[in-house]
C-alpha cells in the first residue's frame, strides 16, 4: 500500500453489491418498464470513497463490515485490488449490504440502499482507533450508524487527523459531529438541508453536477472549478469519485485538490457502474493537461 509522499487516508463507511439496471426511462410509481441491461457491481459510498482515493495516489485503509453471503468475497477483493488496505475490514454474519440501483438513458439514477452488514458497525475496536489516529485524513459517510462516525470523528480530532465528511445520505445530525467536522462535501441538495449546519464547518465543498464544484474555505473566499464536457453515461458513483479524489489530493491545497476531484467525478460519469467507473491517477492527470 505504501507510496511515498502519498497522504493516509482512512475510511470509515459502507461497502455494498450494487444492482444496477438501466432502462430507458425510471418508472413512475406503480408502473412497470422494461430495462435494457443488469448487471452486478461493487460500491457503496465508503469502499466508492475508498477506491477513488487509492486510485488517486493516497495510502488508503478500509474501515467497515462485509456479511457471510455470495456477495462478501467479491466486494472484498475489488477493494484489495484497487490498492485499499483491507486487514481491518470485519465479516459479519448475515447479509452484505446491497443497493437497488435504476439508471435511465440520460444518465441519472434512482438508488435505495439495505444496509446489512454495515449496519453492525456500532462500535470502533482499539485497531480501528489506532488506524484513525495515525492517519492524516479520515473520511466518513452516512450509511453506517451516525453514533459509530461521531465516536471516529471525535477520536480523529482529539489525534490531530482531519476530518472529512459527506453527510450523505442527508440524515439529522448531532451538534457534535459537526463540532468535528474539518472538511464537509456536500451536493447541491445536501447544501441546502444543511445549510445551518455547514456555517460551522471551516472547509466546505459543494458539487455542482456538470457545472463544477466550489470550495468556499475559512477566510470566506470562494475557488470554483468548471464544469467539464464529458459524454455522460452514468452518475453513480461520480460524488464518491470526486470526495475520494478530493481527499487523496487535499494535502496540496484547496486549489489543485479541487480541480484534481473535479476531474474525477466528471470521467467516473463516462461508464456505467460506481466503483468500476473510478478513473485513475494517470487518466485524471491526463485530462487536466487537455482541458
Known amino acids: 500500500m505504501d507510496r511515498p509522499g502519498s497522504p493516509t487516508v482512512v475510511v470509515l463507511g459502507s461497502v455494498n453489491m450494487d444492482l444496477v ?8 410509481p406503480g408502473e412497470t418498464v422494461l430495462g435494457t441491461e443488469f448487471t452486478t457491481v461493487p460500491g457503496g459510498k465508503g469502499a466508492n470513497q475508498a477506491i477513488a ?16 453471503d455470495t456477495f462478501a468475497t467479491v466486494l472484498a477483493n475489488t477493494l484489495s485490488a484497487a490498492g485499499v488496505d483491507i486487514t481491518l475490514l470485519r465479516r459479519v454474519g448475515g447479509a452484505s449490504g446491497v443497493a437497488s440501483i435504476v439508471v435511465d438513458a440520460t444518465g441519472e439514477n434512482s ?7 454495515n449496519g453492525q458497525v456500532t462500535e470502533l475496536t482499539d485497531a480501528e482507533l489506532a488506524a484513525i489516529a495515525a492517519a492524516d485524513i479520515l473520511l466518513c459517510q452516512l450509511e ?5 462516525v461521531l465516536a471516529a470523528a471525535q477520536h480523529a480530532r482529539a489525534s490531530g487527523t482531519v476530518v472529512a465528511l459527506n453527510p450523505s445520505p442527508v440524515r439529522p445530525l448531532p451538534d457534535a ?24 464547518v471551516a ?3 459543494t458539487t455542482l453536477g456538470g457545472d463544477g464544484a466550489v470550495y468556499r474555505g475559512t477566510d470566506g ?29 487535499w494535502n496540496q491545497g484547496a486549489r489543485a485538490a479541487l480541480n484534481w476531484a473535479n476531474a474525477a467525478g466528471a470521467l467516473a460519469t463516462t461508464s456505467l457502474g460506481a466503483s468500476s467507473s473510478i478513473p485513475g491517477s494517470a487518466r485524471i492527470a491526463a485530462a487536466l493537461t487537455t482541458g
Do not use: C, K, M
Request: glycine share 8%.
Open 21 to 28: 439496471t438501466t432502462t430507458a426511462r425510471r418508472p413512475a
Open 53 to 68: 482515493a487509492a486510485r488517486s495516489g493516497a495510502q488508503v485503509r478500509f474501515l467497515g463490515a462485509i456479511g457471510d
Open 111 to 117: 438508488i435505495i440502499v439495505v444496509a446489512g452488514a
Open 144 to 148: 453506517i450508524p451516525v453514533e459509530t
Open 177 to 200: 459531529l459537526w463540532a468535528a467536522v474539518d472538511v464537509a462535501v456536500v451536493n447541491s441538495l445536501e447544501a441546502e438541508q444543511y445549510r445551518a449546519e455547514l456555517t460551522q
Open 203 to 205: 472547509h466546505l465543498v
Open 221 to 249: 473566499n470562494e475557488i470554483s472549478a468548471a464544469g467539464r464536457d464529458v459524454e455522460v453515461l452514468d452518475t453513480t458513483g461520480a460524488g464518491d469519485a470526486f470526495t475520494g479524489a478530493l481527499a487523496a489530493t
